[in-house]
């Protein structure tokens, strides 16, 4: 299924007419509880380790802000940018606004790119996914984080680490 149909998808199902601020309280909550357990330890060891030199660390992900806002924040990364789930005037989700996917995850990396004024080739990507190719392709270097199968071959045919 295109991921672009799961997003609306789950969203019809499970979220439309849901308060956001319920939403925001349970994914804090989870945060709190939970969320290190679930860390990837390879790529949360190259997070810290960035941010302790000094880094400009970003996550830029087609998970929805309610999640990704939340997680930028207890992984003190210095921005983010995520797909937008859109509310009404009472605060309950009403529709999916924008999905994030790899030409756009591509597009904002050369934004910041720009705006921080250094060159691509100083710039690192993650990804675990297919969908984010044209993102990896954005960076200077392209790191994979637990890949499948097939993007571990092209993993391999590009010579990018794995971790």
Do not use: C
């Not at 799961?6 to 019809?12: G, I, N, Q, S």
């Not at 319920?22 to 290190?36: G, K, M, P, S, T």
């Not at 939340?70 to 797909?83: F, G, K, M, Q, R």
Request: aromatic share 12%; charged share 30%.
């Amino acid at each position: 299924m295109p991921l672009q149909d799961l997003h609306k998808k789950v969203f019809r199902r499970f979220l439309q007419g849901q308060p956001l601020k319920r939403i925001e309280d349970e994914v804090q909550n989870f945060l709190e509880a939970d969320f290190y357990r679930y860390l990837y330890m390879p790529a949360y060891s190259r997070l810290r380790r960035a941010q302790h030199e000094g880094h400009h660390t970003v996550i830029i992900s087609n998970s929805p802000s309610f999640l990704v806002r939340p997680i930028a924040n207890y992984l003190e990364v210095t921005e983010w940018y995520s797909s937008e789930y859109l509310t009404d005037e009472k605060g309950t989700l009403k529709e999916v606004g924008s999905i994030l996917l790899g030409d756009g995850k591509a597009n904002y990396l050369q934004k910041i790119i720009r705006k921080l004024k250094t060159k691509r080739e100083k710039v690192t990507a993650y990804s675990d996914s297919m969908i984010d190719l044209p993102f990896l392709y954005a960076a200077g270097r392209a790191i994979v984080v637990n890949p499948s199968g097939k993007m571990r071959k092209i993993s391999e045919e590009k010579h990018w680490e794995v971790i």
